[in-house]
Each structure stands twice: as C-alpha cells, then as structure tokens.
C-alpha cells in the first residue's frame, strides 16, 4: 500500500478517490440547499456566494445537485463493475480450470460477444429490461461479463503452470483445495486491477445511458442525466452543463490513476521504472 | 586490497582508480562500488569476479558511460590509455562506444534487435564509425562473421536473430564488437545464457579472436572455473569492494581475504567428493521401463482453430533404475528431456512404459497413488515460483503434514520448527513470507517441504542452478547431509558437471530426450563412456586446483 | 503467413459472427413490447395484432424463425424495416456509409495523432512534455463522448458566432469542405479518448521498448540518439502501437452511437437508437451484425499488419 501512496498516479489517484468517497457518503447531508428545490427568482445564474457553482433552468443549486448526484453516479459504476467482475471470474475461473471442451465452447461464446461493442451490447440489454437505474447497471454488468471472464481465466492459466502449483499436485493436493488455496489468491490481482480501471469505464456508460434517458431517469440527480436536461440551455449558460460533465471526468479519473497505480504495484517489471 | 605495481613503461589500456559509485533511490543513497582500483595492461584479459548484487555490472556500465539518471559518482577516475573517460562529452563518448571499447552481452536472445536483419546490425557499427559505405560495411560485416566461425556468413546477414541459434546469435554480437578493431572490449558474461557445449565453443573463439587481434578484455563472471581458464589476471569483487586482485595462479592458489577463499572453496571440483555413504545394495527402489514422454496436441473439435503442433518426444525409451539410498545424478542441456523425466516420475506430465517403485508398478499418469506421492517429492528450479506467496512459510511447511497425516495438529508447529532447523533456518522463519527470504533460504523451505512428508526419494531439479556460487556450494552439502542422515534416495538433475560429480553415486546422461550413458561417478573418465558424455566433460573448465582450500571445503 | 492462416482465421470470424446472430436474435427475441403493437399502435385490436403477427410470421416457434432469418441473411436479405416499410439493407446500406465515413476521418485522424505524440513522451519519459501530454491523455481517458461533444459544442457552435455547425451531414459528393465542415466536431469528440488512450498505451509500449536490452546495446555500439530511435526503437514500437489501435476500434464503434445521436449525424448509430426506439427488430439485428463484422474483421486486418510489420510473428 505504501508503493501506492509513494508513486505520484496512486497519490493522485488515492486523493481523487478519497474525495470522491465523502462526497458519496457526506453529500447528501452537507449539501446547502434541497436538490430539487425551484428558486424561480434565480434561473440559471452563473457562480456566486450563495450558489457556489450557479443555478439551473429551475433554479435549483448546482452544487447541491452535484453532491447528491455522486451517489447515483458512482455507485452505480462501482456496483455495475462488481457484479460483472463476480459473474465474469466465476465463468472465467470455470473455464480455465474445466479446460477441455468446457473451455473452447465458453471462449468461443466470448469472443461472439466481445465482438459487439460494449455501449451496443449495454443498448440492446436496457433495451430488453426497460430504462431505470437498476436496469441499466444490470446491463452494463451483462456487458462487462464477457471482458472480465476472459481476464480473469488468462490469470488463472499463467498462475496453472507455475511451480508451487505444479508442487501441490505432485503432492496429491485436492482440486478443490488447488483452486481455494493456492489459484484464487494469487488470480485475484491482475483481477483487482482490471476492475478497478473498470469502475471508470462504468461511471462513463453509466453516465452516457443517463444522458441518453436509458439510465436514472428524472428527478435523480445522476451527473449525465444532469447534463442531458441542461442541453437546451448550454449555449446560454455553460456551467450547467460543464459542471457535472467536469464531474464524471474527475471521478473516471480517480478511478482511471488509481487502478493504474495498481497495476504497476502488482507488476514487478514496471514496478522498478 | 592489493593493488598491482607491475614494471612496464606501456600505459594500462584501462585504468580505473579509487572509483566510488552509488544509486540514489527514495530511501538514501545505495553504494554500489567503494573505492575500485584496477588496471589492465595491452593484451591481458582481467577475469572480474563476483556473485550478484557485486556491483561487477555497475563498473562495466561506469566504464562504458553508460550510468542511470540516479547514478552518484562518487570519487575516482576512469582512464583509457591515459584518457580520463569522465571528462568527455556525450558526443566524444558515442564516438569511443563501439569503436575504442565495445562490449559483448550476457543474453544474445535480447541483446539483438527482433525485427532488424543480423547482417545490418553487425554493418551499422563499420557505417557509423568507420565511415564505410552501406555496401563496403555488409562486405566487411560478413568477412567478421566468417571469422567468427559462422559457417555460411552470407545466409546469416540476411536472417533475423529468432532463425538463429544461441551461439550464432552470440557470434553476431562478438563479429560487431570486434568489427571496428577496439582496444578493449568488456565480455559481460557471455556464456551464462549458453548451453554447455555452445558455451565452450564461444569460449574457444574467444581465446582465437583473443590471440589473433591482442585486443584488452575485461571479462566479468560469476564463475571463478571459467575465469580461471581464460583470464590471465583476476579480481574478485564482494558489495562494491575489490577484495582480491592479481594473477589467476596467485589468487587461487593463495587467496588472501576470506571472501575470495570462501568463493574459491565453493567451486564445485570433480576430485572433492562430497558424499561418503554408500547405497544400500539389494532391489532397486525404483525402476524406468521403457518411459516415453510425447508433447502434441490435444485433441478438441473446436480447436480446429488452432494451428497443428507437432509431436515432440521429450523423453525416448528411457529405463534406468535407483537404489535406497543412492543418488544418481542426471545431465544434460537444455531440452534434453532430463526435466521431463522429473515431471514424469513426480505425475506431472502424461507417460508411456512403467514406473516400479517398492513392488508396485504404475504405467501412467493417471495410475499414481497418494503413497507414490508422499515417497516422491521434487524441489524446482527457482525457489521464487515454487513457494505460493500468500501462504507463510510454517503454513508451506505444515502442509505435507496434514496432507499425509504425518502429525496430529498439535505437534505440526513443533514439527516446523524441527525442519526449520534441519534445514539451518532460524525457526522464527515459520512466520515469515516467502518474499522476506532469500533465494537461498527459500530453497532451503522447499527442501525442507519435500522432507516434510518422509519421502523416500526426492528428485532435485536443477535446485542450485538460479542460486549464487557460494549459496550453491551450501545448498547441496545441506542436501547431502539431509540424504545422509534419513537415508532418502536422490535423483540430482542438473546441468552442472562438477557439481554431480562430487556428490553423485552414478550419472546419467541424456541428449534430445534419449539416455545416452549411465556410469558411476569414479567412472566419468573412463575410456568407454559415450562420445557426447566425452564432449560434455571437456566443454566444462575443471577449476584451478586451490592449495590449502582443498582441506577447508 | 500461409494461405491456411488466412483461411483459419476467416473461419473464425465466421464463427464468432454465427455466435454474433445467435446473441442477437435472443435478445431481439426476448424484447419487451410486441413488434405488431410497435407497429399498429396501442390502439389496435387483438385481432389485427393477431393477423399482423400471422403475417409477419412472428407466432412460429422462435427456432424456426431463426433459422429463416439466417438463411435469408445470408443471402443478402435482411428483411423489411418494420417502422419504415423499406428494405433493411437499404436504410442500413446509406446509414453505414455515413458512419464509416465519420468512423474513418476519425481513426486517421486520431493514428497520425496519438501515435507520435505516445512515442514523444516515451523518448522524453521524466521532462516537462511528457508530464504534460501524460496529463492530457489521463484527462482525455476519463471524459465520455457525451461530455466531450456538449463541451465542444459550447464553444465553437454557440449560436451567436458558431465557428462550426452543430449537426448535421452534408455529403463529400456534394460538398468536401462543406462535408468536413460538419465532420470536424463529431469527429473531435469521438476522437479525444481514444487519442488520449491510444497516446497512453503507445508510450507505455515504447517505454518498454526504449528499456529493452537491445537499445542498450545499440546505444552501446555508439549509435546516435536519433539513430537509436528511428532505427532501433520505432519499428519495434510499430506492431504494438497497430495492436493498440484495433483494440480501440471496438470502442470507436459504440462511441458514433452516442456522438452521431448528438451531432444528428444520418449514420448506423442514429438509426440504431431510432429502432431501438421503435422496437424495429430486423433493423437492429442488422447493425448489430454489421458492427461486429467490422470489429472482427478490422482485428484480422491488425494481425496482418503486425505480421508485416514484425518478422518474428509467422502465421502457420
């Protein structure tokens, strides 16, 4: 953890995380104003001291949107990412341990479905589940599946062939304990950092399908939904729009640098450079 | 520290003096060499000697300006005949690089350009310094690869290095640094990354080119055996310090500082027998019949896809057996199928033909009992990969325990402390990661887990190669002993020819997967061993003969 | 690379489309909202539900009509655009040229950008230009299409002074400046990630490459600087650099769905949101298929091009 800190990406990264943490957790509570409050005497102003970062069409404070808005927006990358990672490592890790034709039939499906862009792939789901929050985080978790497993079988086959392994089964070890006790906890890495750089990919579908009315839907204040309904106004006022933009690229970001800093954590070769 | 004062009114081609050198990182600055003073006078080669982490790679790469951003040299100088190389600039420096000294790399497998023709990477030194025409320089390029004894230069211009083998390759990278006629050339372990007898035939070409040009060579080693084959003058170098310099006769037959007589005593020599124990006589504890191992394909419908592999033998009809007690050596180079054969007797890898051990016979992979495994156990290679990570080392240790119920619970912890001992490792190792240990100790944890579960033979597969000398010598007395002691029977397998002889009953050879010869160790130079035995033997330098080490060892 | 090679891997990109139809038409299959309602209107009857689904053959078994789709698909026919009454390989045919165009200036713009520029920061890897470029291409990685395209069109199409037009198409036959008039922000805002992701990976592939043994030794041999790099570094570099780039054409491919929706660009991403919209199946089916060739037939592409550009990669 220390090698992360001391690299200037994983300080950066940590950093950005840690803000964008609070503000998930703390948001709603310390934000000045109510979210969805109209202000009608002051649409769309620009920053001032008691609107830190402007008002909206309705008048609704920005920067109270913003931190509820984190919420939505973040978790939803997180949990998307996680259930992906979950479901792709237990296809991934079948896979790589089954070998065999198990293995050819479930890599062949794989690659048909790497083939289809993942913003597509994420389209036709939430196509077939109807728009919403829930629904469109199922979605792309559908749609990072195929990546994940794919990752996380490649690390289990290069961890298959070294030698502590191949000392377990000279000595008779059970699969079962093979896979628990010496596979997984040395697989979990390259997995981990994948995810992580995952997160970033997630909150910018995420985002996208908010922008385009498949994600949350209104009066959420998810940050490409925000963007969405400001468009007609962006020529006039530009924060409402850049505003929460700025926002997602912060917290794609954070996670983006963060996962990187892993990476070169867990990878001793770039570790030295 | 002894510095030479020979009589001679030539200037040293190289003279370095009083040179200090250390890395800045984020903890405080890492001394890598204190104080360095040396010469080497026209014509001589200086064998410099050391384990790694010695800093011999850092005086190569000091004399040839070629340091990393954080390098902080210290103090000294560094001349070429008289010329202080520190005071030059970059551009004076580009212009001395490979055509006044040059240097010759340890891996000829990365030290070549993948995607650019061999012909042009030897012809770009004779365009960039000699100032020769593109044609002229391929012209001049292949006659130096001819005399680097390539035998069909013309073919080997117009190849990339992945259609050549290792020592052509490595004949590519000496034809470039003798290319331009330099005054010193650094050899940085040449041979290493070479099989055996690849490795003696660049070593031959070294002392022709050598004889032929005069040219000044520092040769750097870890090696003291072959150092002592080559080098006229040696120095020994332990953390950054010259703790031994003079002529090779003087330094191993009277090494002055205990570190050099330690190294010294560590070589491996045929004559210094290691194992006084016989094996028992009776049945043999195990027996090959006939074992054949193929590498191809697996068979998949959906794999059609892939490309066709080949069938490889990785092992032909080899029969041999093994008494209790005894260690039998096996060697080879690589791909010979020594390897495959420890695979195969330890399950790792399919087999044909039958294994007998005790008076059960197992004529597959897939036919090996749990009691076959727990009475064979293997040590790798590289202790690094063989040690899970995440587990601790009581946890490694404890493992063949439970696993063959050898101990109830309560006594495993007193049992790892045990085994920790034997293997003369502090029993508060049992703590510890793997990754807190060095390579040496963790090769005593892996020895420590294959005697952990009783066995009654353990097959070594090459354990000493990817240790330091001085760890190696150690590694294998402490096998010994511990074969000694519980009676264990051994297959050694290993590419070191000295080392087997000292501590082997018996040696087998093999070659592309066949066993060519099989003959007691007092045997080796007997008239009737098979030629490539002979060949082997030959390829190896026997150490210069220490003369009051001998006792020590 | 043998003739084998290449008709192995053809096979596989068959495979992978075969794989493609099937995914396809299981989703297409499982959608919500019946195709005659879609069509008909929420007002219609079950009875001419009923008689369009007859006609339309949508009550036979799923199986059936799979394998009718298919065969018909691979002859050429994609079937009828349900919400447009046109044929789908017409509506599909023009929008597909429109997106390769926008895909196309695009990804030679972003190539003749990101390459250099990820080489640059690896040969001054530590200085002031690399941090910066690094900087941009970190940011670059974190901003979506959406954000990139709303930020661009605030400032150069703002209605008072617009430098350039906020949407639209205006075919290269037409007009070519008129064309890449309308081409420059679409193209800008697809084209900001991936020069930031494919700066990225290039000057970390070269930074291996410039960190490998045999740069070392060519510095040794007393090269020059440039020499070194020109002749040792760069044609190492190349063949990752072109691995980097296919991998990110998958991700150009969903990012014209969202930047063509924004700029209303008439291509294959516009019509995509429109069908899925309407829930007009044959046409979905048909970009889905069509994206997924282009995917995997630009990845066989790459490997051809590594295996030019890289003497020791030999397809059997």
């Given amino acids: 953890m220390s090698e992360l800190i001391r690299h200037p990406t994983g300080m950066v990264g940590a950093g950005l995380l840690s803000i964008i943490a609070l503000t998930v957790i703390l948001g709603p509570f310390i934000a000045p104003y109510d979210p969805q409050a109209f202000h009608p005497a002051v649409r769309l102003t620009g920053p001032s001291a008691a609107h830190w970062l402007g008002t909206d069409q309705f008048g609704r404070d920005i920067f109270s949107r913003l931190l509820t808005g984190a919420s939505p927006t973040i978790l939803f990358g997180v949990g998307a990412t996680a ?74 086959l290069s961890i298959r062939t070294r030698e502590y392994i191949l000392a377990a089964i000279a000595r008779d070890e059970s699969r079962a304990y093979i896979i628990v006790q010496e596979v997984i906890p040395n697989a979990i890495g390259p997995i981990i950092v994948e995810a992580t750089i995952r997160v970033s990919f997630a909150i910018m579908i995420g985002a996208t399908l908010g922008f385009l009315g498949l994600g949350a839907q209104p009066p959420s204040t998810e940050w490409g939904l925000m963007v969405a309904e400001a468009r007609q106004y962006m020529y006039r006022s530009p924060w409402v729009v850049a505003v929460p933009g700025i926002a997602i690229a912060v917290a794609a970001l954070g996670f983006n640098l963060f996962g990187d800093a892993l990476r070169d954590a867990f990878d001793p070769r770039r570790r030295r450079r | 520290m002894t510095r030479q004062e020979e009589p001679g009114k030539r200037h040293p081609v190289l003279e370095v003096r009083d040179y200090s050198l250390a890395y800045g990182t984020p903890t405080g600055p890492v001394e890598a060499l204190r104080n360095v003073t040396l010469s080497i006078r026209p014509g001589r080669t200086l064998g410099l000697v050391g384990e790694s982490g010695s800093g011999k790679t850092s005086l190569a790469w000091a004399v040839m300006r070629y340091l990393p951003a954080n390098a902080i040299e210290r103090s000294g100088r ?54 020769l025409t593109a044609k002229e320089a391929r012209q001049e390029g292949e006659a130096w690869l001819a005399r680097t004894g390539i035998s069909r230069p013309s073919d080997m211009m117009n190849r990339y290095p992945h259609e050549a083998s290792g020592g052509e390759k490595q004949r590519v990278v000496i034809a470039t640094a003798f290319a331009c006629n330099p005054e010193m050339i650094i050899f940085d372990e040449p041979t290493t990354a070479l099989d055996i007898i690849t490795a003696r035939q660049i070593l031959d070409l070294f002392d022709d080119l050598h004889d032929e040009t005069g040219v000044t060579a520092l040769y750097i080693s870890h090696d003291l055996g072959l150092v002592s084959r080559i080098a006229q003058d040696v120095a020994v170098i332990n953390q950054g310090e010259i703790v031994e310099l003079g002529s090779c006769e003087h330094v191993f037959a009277r090494p002055r500082s205990s570190y050099a007589r330690n190294l010294v005593a560590a070589v491996p020599h045929p004559d210094h027998r290691i194992i006084n124990t016989e094996p028992d006589d009776g049945d043999d504890l195990l027996r090959l019949d006939g074992v054949n191992v193929r590498y191809g394909r697996g068979k998949n419908v959906l794999d059609f896809l892939q490309p066709r592999r080949e069938m490889v033998h990785g092992a032909r009809d080899v029969s041999f057996g093994l008494r209790a007690g005894e260690i039998l050596g096996i060697v080879g180079e690589s791909g010979s199928g020594k390897s495959t054969i420890a695979k195969a007797l330890v399950g790792l890898q399919d087999f044909e033909g039958s294994i007998t051990f005790g008076t059960k016979s197992y004529s597959g992979r897939r036919r090996i009992d749990r009691t076959y495994r727990r009475a064979v156990q293997i040590v790798f290679q590289h202790p690094d990969a063989s040690l899970n990570p995440r587990q601790t080392v009581g946890k490694i240790l404890s493992r063949p325990l439970k696993l063959y119920g050898l101990a109830p619970r309560p006594e495993w912890a007193r049992r790892v402390r045990e085994l920790l001992r034997s293997v003369l490792l502090p029993e508060d190792y049992a703590k510890r990661f793997p990754h807190e240990l060095s390579g040496g100790e963790k090769q005593r944890v892996a020895i420590a887990r294959a005697f952990a579960a009783e066995p009654q033979l353990v097959i070594c597969d090459e354990i000493t190669s990817s240790l330091d000398v001085s760890v190696q010598a150690s590694v294998a007395r402490l096998l010994v002993e511990l074969q000694q002691k519980t009676g264990t029977a051994c297959l050694f397998i290993t590419h070191d020819l000295n080392l087997v002889r000292q501590l082997a009953h018996r040696i087998a050879v093999m070659q592309n997967g066949d066993l060519v010869d099989l003959f007691c160790s007092s045997e080796a130079r007997a008239p009737d061993r098979h030629p490539y035995t002979t060949q082997l033997l030959d390829a190896v330098p026997v150490p210069v003969e220490p003369e009051e080490a001998a006792v020590t060892a | ?57 949508l009550n036979r078994p799923a199986a059936f009509q799979y394998f009718e789709w298919l065969f018909n698909l691979l002859q050429g026919d994609f079937g009828m655009s349900l919400r447009l009454s046109l044929p789908v390989s017409e509506v599909v045919g023009s929008a597909f040229r429109n997106s390769a165009m926008l895909a196309a200036t695009a990804l030679v713009t972003v190539t003749v950008v990101a390459v250099p520029i990820g080489m640059l920061a690896a040969v001054k890897r530590g200085t002031k230009a690399d941090l910066g470029i690094s900087l941009v291409a970190y940011v670059g990685t974190a901003m979506p299409e959406f954000v990139t395209a709303t930020l661009l069109l605030v400032i150069f199409a703002a209605p008072g002074n617009p430098l350039l037009p906020a949407g639209g198409f205006i075919p290269p036959g037409e007009s070519v400046a008129g064309f890449f008039n309308h081409v420059i922000l679409p193209a800008g805002a697809l084209g900001l990630i991936l020069t930031a992701h494919i700066a990225r990976q290039v000057r970390s592939e070269m930074s291996d490459v410039l960190a490998s043994d045999y740069i070392r030794a060519a510095r040794l041999k007393g090269l020059r600087e440039r020499r070194v790099i020109r002749g040792h570094a760069l044609p190492n570099s190349l063949a990752p650099a072109v691995a980097v780039i296919s991998l990110d054409v998958g991700y150009l491919l969903g990012g014209i769905i969202v930047v063509e929706e924004i700029f209303a660009w008439p291509g294959l991403g516009r019509l995509l949101i429109l069908a899925l919209e309407n829930r007009d199946l044959p046409v979905i089916q048909a970009i889905t298929l069509l994206l997924a060739m282009v995917y995997a037939l630009s990845n066989l592409l790459s490997d051809i091009v590594i295996a030019a550009l890289d003497p020791r990669v030999r397809y059997e």
């Fill in chain 2, 78 to 131: 560094l001349e070429l005949l008289g010329e202080d190389l520190r005071a030059k600039s970059l551009e004076e420096i580009q212009n001395l690089r490979g055509r006044r000294i040059s240097m010759v790399f340890q891996d000829p497998g990365t030290s070549l350009n993948p995607v650019l023709r061999l012909g042009d990477q030897v012809a770009e030194v004779l365009v960039r310094h000699r100032s």
């Fill in chain 1, 83 to 156: 259930l992906g990672v979950l479901a792709g490592s237990i296809i991934g890790v079948t896979a790589a341990v089954a070998g065999g034709w198990v293995d050819s039939v479930i890599m062949r499906t794989l690659d048909g479905l790497l083939a289809v862009p993942d913003l597509l792939f994420t389209l036709l789901i939430v196509t077939i589940l109807g728009g919403g929050i829930g629904e469109a985080m199922l979605a792309v978790a559908v749609a990072f599946t195929p990546g994940m497993a794919r990752i996380a079988r490649s690390s289990v």
């Fill in chain 3, 1 to 57: 690379m043998s003739p084998a090679y290449l008709l192995r891997r053809l096979l596989a990109v068959a495979l992978v489309l075969w794989i493609v139809t099937i995914a396809v038409f299981a989703i297409t299959m499982i959608l919500p909202g019946n195709a005659a309602i879609m069509i008909l209107g929420e007002y219609a009857t079950p009875d001419q539900v009923a008689a369009l689904e007859e006609r339309l053959g």
